[in-house]
Structure formats: C-alpha cells, structure tokens
C-alpha cells in the first residue's frame, strides 16, 4: 500500500493527572506513532491544585509499568523508598475523639505504606514523559461535541474547533464531555442536560489548611500526627492528618457531614478559601489531641465533598470517560478527589488500562473504536462504581453513620467489642479498593480476542 | 444506593470477624456453622433451603441460572481436555475420542442436573447427588423427558440421589471421576469437604471443582453487581467469607492426606505415610505440574453472555470464576 497512512486522531479533554497520565502511557507504549494526541486544557497554565499526592504500592506499580519509576525516585526525600508490598507499615491509626479521653479504634497496616509527592514534582514528572509529538492546548474550554461524518467535532469556548476520532474525558467531575455524552442521542434540553449526571453533593464539608509543625509541637511535642497518619473520628465528623514535606508541615482535614444533604444538589460554590464558618465548634468536646489540630487550624479552604451517581457505561461509540469524569469518590480510601488525599492515581489506573487495550488492539490490526469502547466499559464500569460505594460507606464508618452504628450519638461511650468489630470493618474497607490490572487485562483481552470456538457436545 | 449497601454490608458486618479470621485461615479449621452441630455434616441448612426455593428456576436458561446454563459447556470443554490429555500420557497414540464414555462419575451438589446430563449424554455412567430433596426431584424430572437419559432407559446413564456426600463414604463403590462445580462456596466446612470428595475416587482418578476466588474483584463482581445492583441473582446467593483462593485449594492438596503422627505405626522402617501428598509442590511454588494439578480461569465476556476458559497461565485470570483439577495418585 502507498501513500501515507493517516494518523488515528484522539482527542483529551482534561490536562490534568488523568489526562497527562493518559498521555504519558501513549508516550511509553509508542501509540503516539500510531495515534495523533491532542491535550485540551481549560486553564492557561497547567498547575495542580492541592499540596501532596500519596502514591501506595499499587499505584506504584502503574507509576512503574508508565516508565516513571526512575524519576519519581531521582525525586525521593533521604528517608523515602520504593513502597513494597511485602513489607507491612501504619498506614492509618483511628480513634474515636469524640470524648474527653479518645479512645483507640484500631491501627490499619497497609502492605507497602506509602509516598507522599508534592503535586508540582509529580506533574513535571508526567509532562517530561509525554513525548513531543502529542501536543497540549492551553486555554481551551470544551462547550460541546458532536458527531459529523469528519469524525468527532469538538467547539470550544474560545471559538475554536477540533476534529478527532476518539475523544477521551478526562476533564473531573464537572466533566463538559460527560455532559454531552449522557444526553447524546437523547433530545433533551440545556437545562436538563446539565442535571444528569451532575455531581451530587455527599452531605459532607472538609476544611483544609496545611499546619506548621512546630506549632504542634509546641502544644504537645509527641503529638501522633506529626509522625503517622492519624484519624479522630466523632459522629458525624471526622478529622484527617498527616505530615509532608518530610515532616515540616501537618495536612489537617476537618470533615462534618450532614446526612440528611446527602444526595442533594450543592447551592453555593464547591470550593470556599479562607472560610468564616465557625468550624471549630464542631469539635468543641473532642479530646485534646485533636483539639490541638482545631485549634492550630487558619482560614482553612472549605469543599463540599461531592460523588456521581452511578453511571450505567463508561464509553461507547467513540467517547469515552477516565478518572473523575466517570466515577468520582470522597476521598475516605486516599483516592479520588482533586482535594484532600489522593492516593493510588485512580486517574492513573484508567488512563494505563486504555492505553494498554489500545496497545493491544493495534497490534492485531483490526481497530474498531466503538467495540474498545465497549470491552472498556464492561470492564472498568462494575468495578468503578463499586469503589465510589465502598468508599462513600468508608466515610459512613469513620462518623459512626455506617448500618449498625447510626444508634451511636455524639459523645457516647462504646463498648470496646463494638469499637473493635469497627475497627475491622475500617480495615477491610482498604481492601476492596486495591483492584487488580491484571485481572482487568486479561479480561479485557479474552473479550476482545479470546473466542476460542467452543467444542460442541456430541449427542 | 445507601439501602442497597446497607443490605450487602450488613452480611459482611456479620460474617465480619470470619472475614479477618479468613487472612490467615487454612482450610483445616472448620468454619462456625449457625446450624448443625455435626462437624462431618458440611451441609449448611440455610444454604440449602435457599436453593430449595429456587428448585423450579434450574432449567429455566434465563432465569436465575442462566450464569450456570453458560458456564455449562466451558466446564465440560475443559473436563474432556484434560481426560484426553492424561489419557495420551498413557497411550500417545491415542486421538481424541469419548473420553467420559463408560466411566463412573460423580456429581456432587448435582442442583438440577445441569452438568449431570452432559456428563450422561457424553456417556459416563453418571451419579448425580444433593443435598437438596427438592432440587434431586427437578434433575429427576427433566430427565424423565429425555428417552436416552431416563432412568427407564435399558441402560440408564444418569441417576440421581438425594444425600449429601459423606453418606456415600460409607458404601465401597469409588469413582473414575468427582465434580463439584460452583459447591465449595456454599460450604460450611471446606476442608471436610473436599476430604470426602478425595476418598469417594478411586486412586488415579479425577476431581474437577469450580468456585470463586476470595478477591474484591469477585466481591464486586459476584455479589455486589450481581446480587445488590443488577438483580440478576437472588441475594445472599453468595458469602463472600466463603470464596476460596486457588492458592488454598491449592495448598490443601499439598497437604493432602495428612501426615497421620498419631498411627499406632512406631517402626521407624515403615514410610510415614502409604500414600504420597497429590501435589508434589513445595509451599512457596506457583508451578502445577500438568500431570498433578491445574488451575483455569473462567472468564464471563457481558458483552457476549459467554463464558470463556482462560489459557493455561494467563495472569490475572483466577481472580474471580475458576476450574481446579487434581489426580489422586496410583497406589
């Protein structure tokens, strides 16, 4: 065959974890030879909102199979190593504080433990392995697509115009593309295509503001937090915390929910800097432990926390949705979220799971979009949503909310067996979120290729 | 959404304290049964009475079974498989032939019969047994139907019983071939279990058992898909405490039989134990010597309806569904 072969076009929508994540598995798997890779970003200037990132062995281990492992460890502070699995390490203590004396619920070790990157080293990382060849664009806010028989036609805010075969959601959890893509097909109208698959508010806020250490110190100088991360649970609020930057800062997160909000559409902003709520007295008779984290806490920046309701597919025909834009979560498991602790680059997951599906696909020569959209969806929807599920119950558990536990009021005090069989619920919560990739591929690549003829009984 | 998580967290809350026991369970220790005090009863009443109910459903291919209706023809692909291939081991000239025809075979926790009629119809003497009256009485019916398979038959293939397996212990007739497909994870005691289905063969024979691995992938996907989301099996069809991971079953066999310290055998020149562990394995191993053991995934394509055996040794594949085979050594 002569002539020059024409360059599959896939568009990104979304410069941020997922979509630079997307680029840089494209990059490591030579697919950019194959497809051409355009990055459209809505910011002027890409930059990450949110101080650390948290990386568990799992999400290492996608990190690793990108090409990243070598300079996320350039990368390592002196007492930082490689997360394995092998070797068990806290990952979280919890308490209930919600009394004058706390009261030990239970510590969770985690195989591996984890490390913790400020937000900017991870993103120059990912940009350094995007090959040059796929090319971001800046300031471009996706409105709409549509389907045209040039292929996928995407407008823009800025007048502009693209055109691409495939086009990739990865723009979070006010994702523009899901936006179109779950009123496709359907005649509906602005408004109400704006309201489904809007995000949901959870019910809960957290406050946010990193800490000096030595201010803690000065209070209590073996203050837990300031070595391990550390949970105060309480009904209905919660408070997070752990060091960064090898210990010079403490993260604290201020959870405090309102059941009866979950599942109603948020009024105001989701985001509020230097908040005037009086946060603190929600945790007026908490134990002093944590009173020292309230009290330490400054013009924190109030979210609402904010998950989607269940979609029933992922992708189909030539769209398809990766990280938040498809499943957002609180961040109770450490992932999920653009706020508070991210933790297993979920994001990371689906743009690695593509990537490799795409590999694969191009490899046997027969490319059929609308079937890899299929197999994707198949594959990463049931387990996608079970983890928003889990995760939204992780959090029920830490506020004494979960079934089993409503009875508990603020400031009880609860036999040590109920708090234990909690502290196992807690425990086994961390493990229904570490997901298998290689199960997902094989079962991707047996629905893709692996239909062998069966052999028919002989009767 | 909350309520349904509620419903399928609330079994796991109970079963909680198993759930942790589970990390570091073997398969030795008897699970706490809520019912029969019997330790060598590894029937749970509860489990029964939940497939009673649904006795009428067996045949019904898009009802409530329609998974087993699909994963039928793949487990049968890969029992004639593997007879072929431990049978040109034996006799290399062999070519592909009917292999199940004229063995003695037994299908225990047999439901409605699924199994049990292809077994039949490929021509092995087949036993199809329940501890389900109800479930022995539909198996019995649909095969009624069928002239080649009926019990009135002049040479009937296929019968069946309503019993549980320990009571065939007790009578001498061993089997060329156990199965016990998708049964071990409603035991209450595993290891009792898969003991009674070990000395039902006869030596050199065949056990083939199908389960679900103990992963949250197959949490996801077994039961909280299934059960709670989609509906498309009845709740509480499965407890995820009960999963068992392919590397226990597999251990179990290393282990298997025991070494019996306590025989009154005190003459040092005697072997320890008659009869050899039925994988030769050591522990920290991954490999399976084909003619010993093997291990495949059972992999469910939606897209489909279909099921699809794995390739031998793919990755990833015994996270969830899968198909263990043994051979119980000579001697």
Not at chain 1, 114 to 121: F, L, Q, T
Not at chain 2, 13 to 29: E, I, K, P, W, Y
Not at chain 2, 189 to 204: D, I, R, V, Y
Request: aromatic share 8%; with cysteine.
């Amino acid at each position: 065959m002569s002539g020059s072969r024409q360059k599959i076009r896939i568009a990104v929508v979304g410069g941020g974890i997922g979509g630079m994540a997307l680029g840089v598995s494209l990059s490591s798997l030579s697919l950019d030879k194959v497809f051409q890779v355009d990055i459209y970003e809505s910011t002027a200037k890409l930059t990450q909102v949110g101080a650390g990132i948290t990386i568990w062995p799992r999400g290492w281990e996608i990190l690793k199979n990108m090409g990243l492992e070598a300079s996320l460890t350039e990368r390592f502070s002196p007492d930082q190593e490689v997360p394995m699995m092998s070797v068990p390490k806290v990952g979280f203590i919890y308490r209930k504080s919600d009394q004058k004396e706390g009261v030990p619920i239970s510590v969770v070790t985690m195989p591996g433990g984890s490390i913790s990157y400020h937000r900017a080293d991870l993103q120059e990382v990912l940009l350094k392995h995007i090959s040059p060849s796929i090319q971001f664009h800046l300031s471009h806010r996706l409105t709409t697509y549509r389907q045209t028989e040039k292929g996928l036609e995407l407008e823009f805010t800025n007048g502009e115009v693209a055109v691409c075969d495939m086009l990739i959601g990865a723009d979070g959890i006010n994702s523009a593309v899901r936006r179109t893509f779950l009123a496709d097909g359907k005649n509906w109208a602005e408004n109400e295509k704006n309201k489904s698959g809007k995000p949901v508010f959870s019910g809960t806020y957290v406050y946010r503001n990193l800490i000096d250490s030595q201010l803690i110190r000065r209070d209590a100088p073996n203050h837990q937090a300031l070595t391990l991360p550390i949970v105060y649970c309480g009904k209905s609020k919660h408070i997070v915390a752990y060091p960064v930057s090898q210990g010079k800062l403490v993260n604290v997160l201020l959870f405090v929910s309102d059941i009866r909000q979950e599942g109603t559409y948020l009024d105001g902003p989701a985001v509020v800097e230097n908040t005037k709520d009086d946060f603190a007295s929600h945790f007026k008779n908490w134990e002093e432990e944590a009173h020292i984290l309230v009290k330490r806490t400054s013009k924190p920046s109030k979210w609402a926390i904010q998950t989607l309701k269940p979609l029933d597919v992922f992708a189909s025909g030539r769209v398809f949705l990766i990280g938040d834009a498809a499943h957002a979560m609180p961040p109770h498991l450490g992932n999920g979220a653009g706020q508070a602790i991210e933790a297993e680059c979920d994001r990371a997951n689906d743009a690695y799971f593509l990537s490799m599906i795409l590999a694969k696909v191009i490899r046997q020569g027969e490319f059929s979009i609308s079937k890899i959209a299929d197999v994707y969806s198949a594959i990463r929807q049931p387990f996608g949503n079970f983890t928003v599920a889990a995760t939204i119950r992780q959090g029920l558990l830490y506020e004494f909310n979960a079934p089993g536990y409503e009875d508990i009021k603020d400031g009880d005090v609860v036999p040590e067996e109920r708090l234990n069989t909690l502290g196992k619920l807690i425990a086994n919560g961390w493990d229904w979120t570490f997901q298998s990739m290689n199960a997902d591929l094989q079962r991707a690549f047996s629905m893709l290729y692996g239909e062998k003829d069966l052999i028919t009984a002989k009767l | 959404m909350t309520f349904i998580l509620a419903r399928s967290w609330q079994k796991t809350a109970r079963s909680s304290s198993s759930l942790v026991v589970n990390l570091s369970r073997g398969l030795h220790t008897a699970r706490s049964s809520t019912v029969s005090p019997s330790t060598t009863n590894s029937v749970n009443n509860d489990e029964i009475a939940h497939f009673s109910k649904l006795s009428s459903e067996w045949w019904d291919e898009k009802g409530e079974f329609s998974f087993l209706h699909k994963m039928n023809p793949v487990r049968m692909q890969f029992i004639r498989e593997k007879l072929l291939e431990i049978a040109q081991e034996e006799n290399p000239e062999l070519e592909s032939g009917d292999m199940l025809a004229g063995l003695d075979v037994l299908d225990v926790g047999c439901g409605g019969g699924l199994l049990s009629e292809s077994l039949a119809r490929m021509g092995a003497k087949t036993l199809g047994i329940d501890a389900s009256g109800s479930n022995i009485a539909i198996a019995s019916l649909h095969a009624a139907a069928d002239p080649k398979l009926s019990p009135s038959s002049t040479s009937p293939n296929l019968s069946y019983l309503h019993a549980p397996a320990e009571t065939l212990l007790s009578q001498p007739k061993r089997y060329d071939v156990v199965c016990s497909m998708e049964v071990l994870e409603h035991v209450d005691n595993p290891a009792a279990f898969l003991s009674t289905c070990a000395e039902l063969l006869k030596p050199g024979g065949h056990l083939f058992l199908s389960t679900i691995s103990r992963t949250p992938l197959a949490y996801a996907l077994t039961i909280f898909l299934a059960e709670d989301v989609l509906r498309q099996v009845s709740s509480g069809t499965h407890t995820y405490s009960k999963y068992i991971k392919p590397s226990e079953l597999v251990q179990f066999f290393r282990d298997y039989p025991q070494q019996n310290t306590n025989d009154s055998i005190s003459d040092s020149s005697t072997p320890l134990s008659l009869a050899r562990p039925w994988i030769s394995t050591h522990a920290g191993s991954n490999y399976l010597p084909r003619l010993e053991a093997e291990l495949r995934g059972l992999i469910y394509n939606p897209l489909r309806a279909r099921w699809h055996l794995a390739p031998r040794d793919a990755w990833g594949a015994l996270e969830c569904n899968y198909i263990f085979w043994v051979r119980k050594p000579m001697n």
